[in-house]
């Protein structure tokens, strides 16, 4: 590894440790119910419930929950298919690298949601940084996630 990779490991790794400790304890705080926590992060909670129509006193049922799940897999679907189809346009793609034929991407993004993983392409070769990264990798956790 260069010089400059070890540096960027070095200042992740220590923005990482800097954060940990406070982050952690306050998810802690949240979950145990303590006051103060709630208070800081209750407000951006609050309209993030009201730009979504959420009613926080209102239970899930398992049939609203089940259509919630299946809804949040076919959108990550369609995410994948759609940055595999613009990535031509799309930025993070130095080597111009081409869109993705539409039947890879269909597969691709099917594979991902379904979280099968199943890759009929050479990744370096055929998809840009940021479909790899908001796409694939993003789609890898949230599939594994709802799973």
């Not at 992740?12 to 952690?24: D, H, R, S, T």
């Not at 050479?122 to 940084?129: D, L, N, V």
Request: proline share 3%; with cysteine.
């Amino acid at each position: 590894m260069s010089h400059h990779a070890w540096l960027l490991l070095g200042l992740y790794v220590a923005i990482l440790m800097a954060v940990v400790k406070p982050l952690g304890s306050y998810i802690a705080d949240v979950m145990e119910g303590r006051s103060l926590a709630l208070r800081l992060g209750g407000c951006i909670e609050s309209v993030l419930y009201r730009l979504c129509g959420v009613d926080k006193e209102e239970e899930m049922g398992w049939l609203k929950y089940a259509l919630a799940l299946l809804l949040f897999n076919v959108l990550g679907a369609l995410s994948v298919y759609g940055l595999q189809r613009l990535q031509i346009w799309l930025p993070l793609n130095p080597q111009a690298m081409a869109s993705v034929s539409p039947d890879s991407s269909f597969n691709t993004a099917i594979s991902f949601a379904t979280n099968t993983n199943w890759q009929g392409y050479a990744g370096e070769s055929t998809m840009s940084y940021l479909t790899q990264m908001l796409g694939l990798t993003v789609q890898n956790f949230f599939s594994a996630a709802t799973g």
